[in-house]
């Protein structure tokens, strides 16, 4: 074998898989998401249409899509839970066993219990668990409550202790569906330092993540689904930039349902430092310049005000302006505005959102999740909480 | 063996453990309850046959027979009802991984099982204080033992199968076990029901063993199939539960692979 072409952990062929509804689901909500075909009066639902795509030894392997698109019932199907309509999985080297955290987990037994059992689940022989279980319950620091019943546990001690156990699976391909979608930030560090230990060892996993950060930071490949197929394969930041335009699509799509509008003006933003060099990452009270722009061939759909919106990561709305309020106005030879804004914030990540207007106010075109950046924790702040606000002071 | 590898020994033992842990679930005497039940069921039985419906009076050992045979059909009502749902009860797991379905059927007969020898603990018991004493023909009993967990296993497989798509399974079933309970001659002995009859009662693959478990443990008044059918239909019963075997396991294969997209 060549040395240069790296082995194959999973190979999934032209992959179908249909489900047949009852009747009486026939209005459910997935409905909307999924393509529909009656067939001898069956109504069948197509979740996945022809997807093929390999994963190398050593992968680490992100899935991504919108609800909806597939992903979970292809997992299934990677994991063997579900039997494919068509095509075939290729495991090379035993199946994977788990698809979720803490499967089996009863609520009725004792945390010690639950570590068993769920072991047995994962594929641990008795004992291998007590081999490992001081260090399952070190790790998720749950020495004290171990003889608690389940039940009693916080969601955030459930869901450390089904991490904990599921990262002591060994096989050849690791699934983790979603892991960072619960558990606070401690505990998002923790997996991924785990991530970053996987990968250092060469372990291939597949994951399935919301987090477009995770994927371009961690992933060496991904994919991404829509409606049953394959959009985008391989290069990270290419998916999660098809992914955020996707999500944007669909966004344009709702909004200009509302106001039967269906132009878009590719409205862009882009973050830099007052030298014009890309950063995501200031200092308090340091300058920020947001540059909006924009390409219009049409007159009716020229923005005629530019908002620029500041949210804080834990979703409060710090600030906003707007052009027109400001007294500049928009005029038809403009393509590009931009905002310098200081950065009197207190440390913390932000987000922008950006709003292209008409001269009536319509919503033009929106970017919702627009660029990040993030205020440096610094020493000796000058002044408290999230603004620091003009004033001044008088004696008297 | 493939089947019962050493993972998936693990798993069963942790699901029959779960089992027995939640069944006990907060009653002050737990486990005990396992071993009271049947102590309970004797008493019961004891006093309306043998002081209200004297049917037994010309069987020795009645009360053993009788609860003998009352424990061995719990056995098959536990093993077919809980294991007709099992597959469905354990649809989480199911849905979410991709462990051998036949586990989750195994593992409820298991229990069973479990419970069905601490019920015969009580029967021994029982028997020794009403003056039987052990006989080399007890060691018939295990192997028949083994054949109404065989037969019992079998039939828990379809159900639990058919189960998945028609939840009215488990609702026939009951009817028609309530049905087999006359059908089994599990209350009364087989010498009250009219001699031309009683033959037919052993088309019945459970009166064959229930009736030989007795005639092994209890009583050679037993009436046993060699007495009813000439020698060569003794085999019938092995071929139904061998029957039932094979169809179970063709079809619990097949439709299991759709098990976690039908629950």
């Known amino acids: 074998m060549s040395k240069n072409k790296p082995e194959t952990a999973l190979e999934v062929r032209d992959l179908h898989k249909e489900f047949v509804l009852p009747q009486h689901k026939r209005n459910s909500v997935k409905q909307a998401f999924v393509n529909m075909v009656s067939r001898n009066g069956r109504t069948v639902q197509k979740v996945l249409d022809g997807v093929s795509f390999e994963v190398n030894k050593g992968d680490f392997f992100g899935i991504v899509g919108r609800n909806g698109s597939g992903k979970s019932t292809l997992l299934k199907l990677l994991a063997g839970v579900y039997a494919p309509t068509r095509g075939e999985v290729i495991a090379h080297g035993g199946l994977t066993p788990f698809i979720e955290l803490g499967v089996g987990f009863n609520p009725e037994l004792s945390g010690r219990d639950n570590v068993f059992l769920n072991g047995a689940l994962l594929g641990f022989s008795r004992s291998d668990m007590e081999a490992m279980y001081d260090e399952i319950v070190d790790f998720a620091e749950l020495a004290p409550f171990m003889d608690q019943k389940l039940k009693n546990y916080s969601s955030g001690m459930q869901v450390r202790l089904a991490f904990s156990i599921a990262i002591k699976a060994h096989s050849d391909v690791l699934i983790f569906d979603e892991v960072l979608a619960v558990g606070d930030e401690a505990f998002q560090r923790k997996c991924l330092d785990v991530f970053e230990d996987y990968k250092a060892k060469g372990q291939t996993v597949i994951l399935v993540t919301h987090d477009m950060e995770t994927v371009k930071q961690y992933c060496s490949r991904a994919m991404l689904l829509s409606k049953g197929k394959i959009v985008q394969l391989g290069n990270p930041q290419k998916v999660a930039r098809e992914y955020s335009r996707l999500n944007q699509e669909e966004i344009d799509k709702e909004s200009g349902k509302k106001n039967l509008r269906t132009t878009t003006i590719g409205l862009r933003v882009v973050i830099e430092d007052m030298d014009g060099k890309g950063r995501t990452s200031f200092d308090v009270g340091e300058c920020l310049s947001v540059t909006t722009s924009w390409q219009s061939m049409q007159t009716e759909s020229l923005p005629n005000s530019i908002v620029v919106n500041i949210y804080r ?19 038809p030879g403009d393509s590009s505005v931009t905002a310098r804004i200081k950065l009197d914030l207190f440390p913390g990540k932000y987000y922008l959102l950006v709003q292209s207007l008409t001269k009536d106010d319509e919503e033009i075109e929106t970017i919702i999740e627009g660029p990040e950046f993030t205020i440096k924790m610094q020493d000796g702040m000058k002044w408290a909480g999230l603004v620091n606000l003009e004033h001044e002071w008088v004696s008297r | 063996m493939r089947y019962l590898s050493k993972k998936n020994r693990a798993i069963l033992r942790e699901m029959v453990s779960t089992d027995f842990k939640i069944r006990y679930q907060g009653s002050v ?62 649809g989480d797991l199911i849905r979410k991984i991709s462990i051998p379905r036949y586990l989750v059927v195994i593992s409820s007969s298991v229990s069973a099982l479990i419970n069905l020898a601490l019920s015969l603990l009580v029967v021994v018991t029982i028997a020794l204080i009403n003056g039987l004493r052990p006989e080399t023909s007890w060691l018939m009993v295990p192997l028949l033992l083994l054949e109404l967990f065989a037969f019992a296993l079998a039939v828990a497989f379809i159900l639990s199968a058919a189960y998945v798509k028609y939840r009215d399974i488990t609702y026939i079933w009951e009817i028609m076990l309530q049905a087999g309970f006359y059908a089994s001659a599990i209350l009364f002995p087989l010498q009250l029901v009219p001699l031309q009859y009683q033959k037919w009662f052993f088309l019945n693959p459970i009166v064959q063993i229930v009736q030989d478990v007795r005639y092994s443990a209890v009583t050679h008044q037993t009436i046993t199939m060699w007495d009813k059918v000439r020698p060569i239909f003794t085999i019938y019963p092995f071929i139904v539960i061998i029957l039932v075997s094979v169809v179970a396991r063709i079809y619990f294969k097949k439709q299991s692979k759709f098990f976690a997209e039908n629950i």
């Open chain 1, 313 to 331: 990561r834990s979703g409060e709305h710090v600030t906003g302006f707007k052009t027109k309020t400001d007294g500049l106005l928009l005029g």
């Open chain 2, 29 to 90: 005497l737990g486990y005990m309850w396992s071993v009271l039940k049947p102590l309970f069921l004797f008493a019961i039985l004891y006093v309306i046959f043998t002081y209200v419906f004297k049917v037994g009076k010309n069987i020795e050992h009645y009360p053993v027979y009788l609860l003998l045979g009352v424990v061995l059909w719990n056995f098959f009502t536990e093993a077919t009802v809980v294991g007709a749902s099992s597959v469905v009860a354990h």
